[in-house]
């Protein structure tokens, strides 16, 4: 699956007293294009949670390879890399827009639960709706780095 694509401006917020991005923000980086994504597929969480599901963080990796600083642009890739009977693998991968460079990649393993926290087989619509997908997001793209607004989030 080729990767959504998610901007994000870097705000103080997100930074140490360096003016670098803190390392525990990346996952929250990981999360936004994640939730991004599933919005893309058509089956963002809250649809998820009214089925009764949720899908909690089971694992999470991030490798630093550069900081991200205050105002940067970023663009936050993510895609589904693995689906398994009762979990999901996101990849992702942050870079800077301009000039483009790998600051950080990960994933995380989310597992599909019932209310009571038991694990259960994602349903099959999930299934056909992310096998269905086809990650066209390069337009949407454009829109979000050529505009260069602050804390843009690009939804397909």
């Known amino acids: 699956m080729r990767p959504f694509i998610t901007g994000y401006r870097v705000t103080y917020a997100d930074c140490d007293p360096f003016n670098v991005v803190y390392y525990a ?15 893309a597929m058509g089956i963002p969480y809250a649809d998820i949670g ?9 694992d999470a990796r ?8 205050y105002d940067d642009l970023l663009s936050i ?5 693995q689906l398994k009977r009762a979990s999901i693998t996101i990849a992702y991968a942050i870079y800077r827009y301009d ?21 259960r087989r994602i ?7 992310i096998q269905a997908y086809d990650g ?11 505009s260069g607004s602050h804390n843009t989030e690009q939804t397909a």
């Open 62 to 69: 991030c490798l630093y390879k550069r900081s991200a600083r």
């Open 77 to 81: 890739e993510s895609a589904v890399q």
């Open 25 to 39: 923000n990346y996952l929250t980086l990981f999360e936004r294009g994640r939730t991004e994504l599933f919005r």
């Open 99 to 119: 000039p483009r460079e790998l600051l950080a990649e990960g994933y995380t393993v989310h597992a599909f639960v019932n209310a009571e926290g038991k694990p």
């Open 50 to 58: 009214k089925m009764g599901i949720y899908v909690p963080v089971s």
């Open 123 to 129: 349903p099959q619509s999930i299934i056909d709706t």
């Open 136 to 146: 066209a997001t390069e337009r949407a793209a454009q829109q979000v780095f050529s």
